[in-house]
């Protein structure tokens, strides 16, 4: 990122402490993203602490999409220290547009495998670390119009934080685009909530589906969250994913050597830290329906799922999604987030919740900057009352 290669802080003000000002108890820092290689422990431990979880900000997560991505050498960390500790970050890029239009702004950092843009802060500290990255990016706008967060969970602990900041502060906050994802999070057992979810004719006709499935061969349903077999796992994967319409439309995870990468490290490196449940549906022995799922309680993100397409007349998919309502039964999560675009059509006629995940735009920077902005959300929610399209 020009002009953010080095650290830029934001300190808080000094507590006073028998009348002598103290070191600070907080500070915002803008960092080149290759320098929380050094800290992973640090960071490992801000996730689990986490007010709110987002897997894809995790160490074994975004580093990989640092190292693999093209165009990651802009992206900056904004880390923030309580006490000595690490206590939130959340990795932001500068850019001269704004989807079509050509209107500076900085924003988080997500890629197309990224599905959650909440930034990783310890739990009790949502309030403060708002307050430190706004005073930084009132202090270092650059030629940014205005901040601009997207993938954020809207209602989540991170989220009302921001807005009770933005009110003290008068700031202007508003939800630019938003849109209803398809979560599972339910009391019911598994048979309970499948009733609920699917018609009668419909269930029938998925008995149906596995009983001719089981005439064409041995199925079988293999779930696990160890790292045995892990690069095996992966290259089944992404070999099942392939050979279906991701692959004719180059848009497969194999399609790239770069999100291939990405795909392996991160599965071997959740894995290795338990927060990786792999879901698979064989047929003697050989792959039809693969499920990633990461494990972040008291969540979970169903990540990537794949399988055969030669296989459609038997429903794999919606057999293994059925198999997989078995995250009801764990008693540490509480929701899975299908990670599913909006109307997705399968995840949504099964998976009956909804979780509400918007992009937003601040006011930033003096009164004149934020003049323009007002002036320019004004004419874009006018346009566009969901938001711009990407």
Known sequence: MA??????????????????????????????????????????????????????????????????????????????EHDGKLAGLLPI?????????????VSSWLHENCFCGVPLVAKGAEIPFWQAVLRWADAHPGSALF???RGMVLGGPLHVALEQVAVQQVRQLEIVHGEARAMLASQDTPQGYLEA????????????????????GEVSFEHRSDAIGIGSWCADFLALEAAGWK??????????????????????????????????LTLDGRPIAMLATFLTPPGAYSYKTAFDEDCARFSPGVLLQRENLRMLERSDIAWTDSCAATDHPMIDHLWRERRQIGRLSIAIGGALRRAAFRQFVRAETARHPAGPSQ
């Open 247 to 280: 692959g004719k439309a180059g848009s497969a995870l194999a399609s790239s050597e770069g999100t291939a990468r990405l795909f392996r490290e991160s599965m071997a490196g959740a894995a290795d830290k338990g927060r990786l449940e792999r879901l698979s």
């Open 197 to 216: 979810a699917l018609s009668g004719k419909k269930r029938k006709e998925l008995r149906r589906q596995a009983s001719r499935l089981a005439e064409a």
């Open 3 to 80: 002009g953010e290669a080095h650290r830029e802080t934001v300190r808080s003000a000094p507590r006073v402490e028998g009348g002598l000002a103290s070191v600070p108890s907080s500070c915002l820092t803008a960092v080149p993203w290759r320098s929380l290689e050094s800290e992973i422990a640090a960071w490992d431990r801000l996730a689990d602490s986490a007010a709110e979880p987002n897997p894809f900000y995790e160490s074994w997560y975004l580093l990989p999409s640092l190292h693999h991505l093209p165009r990651t050498e802009g992206v900056t960390i904004l880390r923030y």
């Open 147 to 149: 901040m601009h967060l």
């Open 93 to 105: 890029a500068r850019s001269a547009r704004y989807y079509r239009w050509p209107v500076p702004q």
